[in-house]
């Protein structure tokens, strides 16, 4: 199935030249000074290096873990609340892509809501990707956040992947000759599992066992002379948190990718330069005391308008537009 899904992907971002970005329904094309990123419909990342646009993380899909059993996969389970689109006047950076995306597709345990975002800049090798978790289930629930990423260093899938995690920096990194690398940025590391691509691994008992064992995997090489060689897949973790009902956590995720590891750590620098300033600007912005309803925009509109809100707690809101 990753193959197959990994073909379409390249069938479509072929059609373009590298220096066309796409915004179709559903999904961002977007093409950057040395990068390409491409997000799907249900919130899947993958990333090219350009201007010989060769993949090199084949996926970035999140994972939220509630118990053995209850593990809300992305590729399994998502359906789309909010289509992924390239956002209108973003704040932060000089590009962004949202979408949010659902439990509803299998309906199956935990309900949850995830928003994603995805801040980019033109001539930088890093993004970030903001998650918002929203707990929709009846009571709270003890949630553990992580991801699933699958590398695909120099868009080959033969073996010689060098994948490390350094305690200090805590970047996660990929190489061959070209690197790539992750780094939870908003929360300590709970779990770290490493292993190579097989069929059938994504089921949910196995991701909770990965989410939430406590090992590290500081060193995983694959040998490429070894029987039936793929990608390695990563599997970290953030720390649980309670999240009540009607209420939200928020992760932050570096990406970086440089043509040897020297380039990649400094990519990954300017993304935690960029998540400094982001967070900074979050944290400077004082709680609001009152409900206000601000004015909607654009104004006048054809055919959608968007209505921001404050609250002074959280809680559930109905809106009525006459």
Same mark, same amino acid.
Request: hydrophobic fraction near 35%.
């Given at each position: $199935?990753?193959?197959?899904?990994?073909? @379409?992907?390249?069938?479509?971002?072929?059609?373009?030249?590298?220096?066309?970005?796409?915004?179709?329904?559903?999904?961002?094309?977007?093409?950057?000074?040395?990068?390409?990123?491409?997000?799907?419909?249900?919130?899947?990342?993958?990333?090219?290096?350009?201007?010989?646009?060769?993949?090199?993380?084949?996926?970035?899909?999140?994972?939220? +873990?509630?118990?053995? @059993?209850?593990?809300?996969?992305?590729?399994?389970? +998502?359906?789309?609340?909010?289509?992924?689109?390239?956002?209108?006047?973003?704040?932060?950076?000089?590009?962004?892509?949202? #979408?949010?995306?659902?439990?509803?597709?299998?309906?199956?345990?935990?309900?949850?809501?995830?928003?994603?975002?995805?801040?980019?800049?033109?001539?930088?090798?890093?993004?970030?990707?903001?998650?918002?978790?929203?707990?929709?289930?009846?009571?709270?629930?003890?949630?553990?956040? @992580?991801?699933?990423?699958?590398?695909?260093?120099? #868009?080959?899938?033969?073996? +010689?992947?060098?994948?490390?995690?350094?305690?200090?920096?805590?970047?996660?990194?990929?190489?061959?000759?070209?690197?790539?690398?992750?780094?939870?940025?908003?929360?300590?590391?709970?779990?770290?599992?490493? &292993? $190579?691509?097989?069929?059938?691994?994504?089921?949910?008992?196995?991701?909770?066992?990965?989410?939430?064992? #406590?090992?590290?995997?500081?060193?995983?090489?694959?040998?490429?002379?070894?029987?039936?060689?793929?990608?390695?897949?990563?599997?970290?973790? &953030?720390?649980?948190?309670?999240?009540?009902? +009607?209420?939200?956590?928020?992760?932050?995720?570096?990406?970086?990718?440089?043509?040897?590891?020297?380039? /990649?750590?400094?990519? /990954?620098?300017?993304?935690?330069?960029?998540?400094? $300033?982001?967070?900074?600007?979050?944290?400077?912005?004082?709680?609001?005391?009152?409900?206000?309803?601000?004015?909607?925009?654009?104004?006048?509109?054809?055919?959608?308008?968007?209505?921001?809100?404050?609250?002074?707690?959280?809680?559930?809101?109905?809106?009525?537009?006459?």
């Amino acid at each position: $199935m990753k193959k197959l899904l990994l073909f @379409g992907s390249i069938v479509l971002c072929c059609v373009f030249s590298p220096n066309t970005s796409v915004f179709a329904q559903g999904l961002v094309d977007l093409y950057l000074d040395n990068i390409n990123v491409y997000v799907a419909e249900y919130g899947k990342i993958s990333i090219w290096s350009l201007p010989d646009t060769i993949l090199q993380i084949t996926r970035i899909s999140p994972l939220v +873990g509630t118990g053995s @059993g209850t593990v809300y996969d992305a590729r399994e389970d +998502g359906d789309i609340e909010d289509s992924t689109t390239l956002v209108t006047n973003p704040l932060f950076s000089d590009f962004e892509i949202y #979408g949010a995306y659902n439990n509803y597709y299998y309906g199956l345990p935990p309900n949850v809501l995830v928003k994603e975002n995805i801040y980019c800049w033109q001539n930088q090798n890093s993004i970030i990707a903001k998650y918002t978790v929203i707990n929709r289930e009846t009571n709270p629930i003890d949630a553990v956040f @992580g991801f699933e990423l699958i590398p695909e260093v120099e #868009g080959v899938y033969e073996g +010689g992947d060098t994948v490390t995690y350094n305690s200090q920096t805590k970047i996660i990194s990929d190489r061959k000759t070209e690197a790539v690398g992750f780094k939870l940025l908003s929360g300590d590391i709970n779990s770290l599992n490493t &292993f $190579m691509y097989f069929k059938d691994y994504n089921n949910d008992v196995d991701f909770w066992t990965w989410l939430t064992n #406590g090992e590290i995997d500081t060193l995983f090489i694959i040998d490429p002379s070894v029987p039936k060689v793929d990608d390695p897949v990563i599997i970290p973790s &953030f720390i649980s948190k309670t999240i009540a009902v +009607g209420d939200s956590a928020i992760y932050y995720l570096a990406i970086g990718y440089g043509s040897n590891e020297v380039e /990649m750590l400094a990519s /990954m620098e300017q993304a935690q330069q960029k998540y400094n $300033m982001i967070t900074s600007v979050d944290e400077n912005e004082s709680a609001p005391t009152t409900y206000t309803l601000n004015q909607n925009y654009p104004n006048p509109f054809n055919p959608s308008t968007k209505i921001s809100y404050q609250l002074p707690q959280s809680g559930f809101v109905t809106l009525k537009v006459y």
